[in-house]
T-cell receptor, first 113, second 114 residues
C-alpha cells in the first residue's frame, strides 16, 4: 500500500519568514496530493491540493509543488503569520480508484511573532 | 464540496460498552472512510465503506471490533465495540464526492473510555 513520509516533524519560524514541509510517497499510482491544516481540537481542513497532471499550484501565500518522477511534493508558506501555527498533514491517494487518503505523520508549525 | 455532520461530538464511556458514531453527508457520495486519530498522532485509516457491500478494513482493524454500516449513499455508522481505554481517540469520517472536490471530514468524535 501507499506509504507517505513527512518532514520535518516540528518547524519553528519567525513571523514573515517562509516555511517548507516536504513529503514523499511510494505508490506511483497515487494521483491526488492534498495538504490539511489541523488546529487544536478541530477537524483537518483542506488548504491546498494538487493533481498528478500539475507540477505546481499556488493560492495566495500557499503553494504546493509536485515531482512525480521523484515521488515527492512540498508545501510552501510564505510571509508566515502567527495564525499559521498548527499541525499540517500531507496525504496521497489514487482518487480515480476511490481509494482513501494515506497521511503523513504531520508537521507541527510554530510561527513566533 | 460535501458537508458532513458527525455525532456525537464527544462521549465518555465505560469499558466493555459500545458506542455508535454516525455520519451524514449532504450529498450522495460513493466512498466513505473512517479514521482514528490518537492523541498527538496522524490519521490512521480504519476502513472504507462502500454502499451495498461489506466494508474493507485495514490491517490491525477487524469487523468484530469496528462494525460499519453503509445503508445508503449519504450515511454511515462506525461502532466501537467492547471498548477499552486504548480505544480513547478521535474518530473521524470522511467522504469523497468527486474528483473535483477532494475529501472532506466530519467534525470528529472525541471518545474517552474509562
Amino acid at each position: 500500500g501507499e506509504n507517505v513520509e513527512q518532514h520535518p516533524s516540528t518547524l519553528s519560524v519567525q513571523e514573515g519568514d517562509s516555511a517548507v514541509i516536504k513529503c514523499t510517497y511510494s505508490d506511483s499510482a497515487s494521483n491526488y496530493f492534498p495538504w490539511y491544516k489541523q488546529e487544536l481540537g478541530k477537524r483537518p481542513q483542506l488548504i491546498i491540493d494538487i493533481r498528478s497532471n500539475v507540477g505546481e499550484k499556488k493560492d495566495q501565500r500557499i503553494a504546493v509543488t509536485l515531482n512525480k518522477t521523484a515521488k515527492h511534493f512540498s508545501l510552501h508558506i510564505t510571509e508566515t503569520q502567527p495564525e499559521d501555527s498548527a499541525v499540517y498533514f500531507c496525504a496521497a491517494s489514487n482518487m480515480d480508484s476511490g481509494y482513501a487518503l494515506n497521511f503523513g505523520k504531520g508537521t507541527s508549525l510554530l510561527v513566533t511573532p | 464540496s460535501a458537508v458532513i455532520s458527525q455525532k456525537p461530538s464527544r462521549d465518555i464511556c465505560q469499558r466493555g460498552t459500545s458506542l455508535t458514531i454516525q455520519c451524514q453527508v449532504d450529498s450522495q457520495v460513493t466512498m466513505m472512510f473512517w479514521y482514528r486519530q490518537q492523541p498527538g498522532q496522524s490519521l490512521t485509516l480504519i476502513a472504507t465503506a462502500n454502499q451495498g457491500s461489506e466494508a474493507t478494513y485495514e490491517s490491525g482493524f477487524v469487523i468484530d471490533k469496528f462494525p460499519i454500516s453503509r445503508p445508503n449513499l449519504t450515511f454511515s455508522t462506525l461502532t466501537v465495540s467492547n471498548m477499552s481505554p486504548e480505544d480513547s481517540s478521535i474518530y473521524l469520517c470522511s467522504a469523497s464526492g468527486s474528483f473535483n472536490y477532494g475529501y472532506t471530514f466530519g467534525s470528529g468524535t472525541r471518545l474517552t473510555v474509562v
